[in-house]
């Protein structure tokens, strides 16, 4: 507890009741939750698998378990350290067979839900040059947020179906044929069953005495709704966030419900270990703007070292020249590479910084490349054992029944489809039906095949899913196609594969899960914690990649009005959409740990040819704060003012008008309904269409 200030103090002796903590950028949260559950632990006498300890990243949730393992006794760190989805699957494994499905689901990524859409879509000849497949599964994904309980009881329930033969429906049914869950049914179906079935809920809400929540202004309002639920029998509830770095809201996160939070006690990290005072005093007066926040202002007791830099450049040429001319200079003075890094609001925003760097010689990387497990060698290793371990899932078929290739090419998958159909069997099964007892009913490779999966199977419970993995390689030809082919990065990830199988083995042996499907669930899950950490490159990224990241140097670059912030973002989402903007700004300024640079540069906006003028977020900053370089002449400000105003011209003031209820409304799928209420958490209404009623975002309603 030494290392505590009075504030994280309190935070951390705070166990009971509703308790929130307002934290700040570089405030230490981490420090606070790993110290909370250690303090459970160790002085209250908690046990380790009563405490529940959520976070948004697995990167996050082993950095988390790491810090708890210096401060409790070995065997004291549990599963329930995890991200909201990795709980949910380990609920739905004890619970799903209550709706019909077994614990051996799949849980299936974006790229398997891609695949999933584009056969849908195919089958009820949906033109993929009108509607993409991601737009597809945002039709798909509202359908379901819509009502869940509704989705669920009438395509997934045993005995229900639907009367709706469109392409969402097959989606839906053909995710249902599999078993198989995508992220947002996670936490569906966990709601549904929680919801439904009172002794799961009685055994889990008696069961988590404590439950902790990092980053919890990125919450969804289910989100919200699973923990209010889990903290109802001992009313623990221990949420740790920042409003100000809430980011997410374009894709469901609710931030004003962590602002509304009302708890029993309320504590805010407000000193900044991160960050010295200059630049505190570039992104305090910036957020300061927005309304829907915790006030709060930071401060450090670190010293200034060097004043942050305003740089105006007359064109982006001279912008990126002027970002690698520093960086350079920086390099030959003794700086590592990867102790600088260049922010940007969009990513196309990198070309000319990329360009300038290579010119210069200096190593770069652009962060945010191909995850691990989505890399291609990767996947079709993850399909192959995904289909040793399941003949329903065919997605994992069709992506690697002709790789290495065994002629076995589009026209056959759709005879072999039709067959599966007809049958009502999976593809797999299928196709072991048609070789028949002798396989003479197949080609020779595809006999092989057969071969392989069915002795894999025999293999998969009495060897290691290391050893199953090696001698799948092997066997099925794809260690020869990428040593062939000379792929020798592809062989290199093999082998961190097989190292992180290892490892799996390894930690989850002594509880009895370290078998194929556990294996399966749990890197389904991984996303951010497995991109490759490349040293000594100075990194560029978007801010949105920059979350959670820090750096002795930082550059802010393209800060133009219209592209930061975004008007198109703006004219969607009204204030809401500034207002993230400028938590964005924020999130940018305060990944600086001693220098700051903000550039942007004259010229004109690609999309509308208008003249390109300084972001508003530069005016907001106080004089004197900013170091300004490049001589911007004063009338470009008025421009920025203008163009603030014209926007805010089109949007009236830019406050929501909310619908009162008796209003008549239309929708274009639902028809013509009443708006029955309002939620100001979720910004969603009641509308009753008839007999049914719909919570549903303003956005998709007509006022009559």
Request: proline share 3%.
């Amino acid at each position: 507890m030494a290392e505590l200030n009075k504030n994280q103090l309190k935070a951390v002796e705070a166990t009971e009741g509703k308790v929130r903590v307002v934290a700040g950028a570089g405030s230490g949260k981490t420090r606070v939750l790993a110290h909370r559950f250690a303090f459970l632990v160790n002085e209250l006498g908690i046990s380790p698998g009563n405490i529940l300890c959520l976070t948004f990243t697995n990167k996050a949730a082993q950095e988390m378990k790491r810090r708890i393992a210096r401060m409790v006794d070995r065997g004291s760190i549990n599963d329930f350290v995890c991200t909201i989805h990795s709980f949910c699957v380990k609920f739905l494994r004890r619970e799903i067979y209550r709706i019909g499905y077994p614990k051996t689901f799949l849980v299936i990524d974006e790229e398997d839900c891609r695949q999933l859409a584009r056969q849908a879509m195919q089958e009820f000849g949906i033109d993929r040059k009108k509607t993409t497949a991601e737009r597809f599964l945002k039709q798909v994904a509202g359908f379901k947020g819509m009502a869940p309980d509704d989705y669920i009881l009438r395509h997934i329930m045993p005995g229900s179906s639907s009367d709706c033969p469109d392409a969402i429906v097959r989606y839906i049914r053909l995710q249902l044929k599999q078993y198989a869950l995508d992220y947002d049914d996670l936490l569906y179906f966990t709601l549904f069953i929680l919801n439904h079935f009172p002794d799961a809920r009685e055994y889990w809400t008696d069961r988590l005495n404590y439950i902790m929540v990092d980053e919890v202004q990125d919450c969804s309002g289910d989100d919200w709704k699973l923990l209010n639920i889990l903290k109802e029998r001992h009313g623990n509830l221990f949420v740790v966030g920042d409003p100000d770095q809430a980011i997410y809201e374009w894709r469901g996160a609710c931030p004003r419900i962590f602002v509304d939070f009302k708890a029993n006690t309320d504590v805010i990290l407000d000193e900044n270990y991160r960050s010295t005072p200059d630049i505190l005093n570039v992104a305090n007066p910036i957020i300061a703007n927005n309304a829907n926040r915790v006030k709060k202002e930071l401060y450090t007791r670190a010293l200034n070292e060097r004043q942050a830099v305003y740089h105006h450049a007359k064109s982006e040429r001279d912008e990126a020249d002027m970002i690698a001319d520093r960086i350079e200079k920086g390099i030959k003075e003794g700086a590592a590479a990867n102790s600088f890094a260049v922010l940007y609001r969009t990513s196309f925003a990198s070309r000319l910084i990329e360009q300038a760097l290579l010119r210069r010689q200096i190593p770069y990387t652009v962060w945010g490349g191909v995850r691990f497990f989505e890399r291609r060698e990767i996947k079709d290793v993850i399909s192959y054992l995904r289909l040793i371990a399941s003949d329903a899932d065919d997605m994992a078929f069709m992506r690697i029944v002709n790789v290495p290739s065994r002629k076995f090419g589009s026209k056959s998958l759709e005879s072999l489809t039709a067959l599966a159909e007809t049958n009502g069997t999976p593809l797999f099964t299928t196709l072991r039906e048609a070789a028949g007892e002798d396989g003479s009913g197949v080609k020779p490779a595809l006999r092989a095949f057969i071969t392989l999966i069915e002795e894999a199977r025999r293999r998969a419970p009495i060897m290691k899913i290391s050893e199953l993995t090696d001698w799948m390689l092997k066997e099925s030809g794809l260690e020869s196609l990428y040593r062939n082919d000379e792929e020798e990065e592809r062989l290199e990830n093999l082998s961190e594969l097989i190292n992180s199988m290892k490892e799996f083995e390894a930690t989850r042996f002594e509880e009895g899960e370290a078998d194929l499907t556990s294996y399966l669930q749990e890197i389904s899950l991984y996303v951010n914690s497995d991109l490759e950490d490349v040293k000594e490159k100075v990194k560029l990224m978007t801010i949105h990649q920059s979350k959670g990241l820090e750096f002795d140097t930082v550059f802010v670059a393209g800060l133009t009005e219209g592209i930061f912030p975004s008007h198109r973002t703006i004219r969607e989402r009204r204030k809401d959409g500034e207002e993230e903007e400028r938590r964005l700004m924020y999130v940018a300024v305060t990944r600086a740990m001693r220098m700051l640079y903000l550039s942007e540069s004259e010229g004109y906006l690609n999309d509308t040819g208008a003249l390109k003028y300084p972001s508003r977020f530069i005016s907001e900053v106080p004089d004197g704060i900013l170091a300004v370089e490049g001589n911007p002449d004063p009338s470009l400000f008025e421009g920025t003012r203008s163009m603030v105003n014209m926007v805010n011209g089109e949007l009236g003031d830019m406050a929501e008008e909310v619908m009162t209820a008796g209003t008549a409304v239309s929708h274009r799928v639902f028809g013509q309904g009443i708006v029955e209420s309002y939620d100001p958490a979720s910004k969603s209404y009641r509308v009753r269409f008839g007999e049914n009623v719909r919570n549903l975002i303003a956005r998709v309603l007509t006022k009559l």
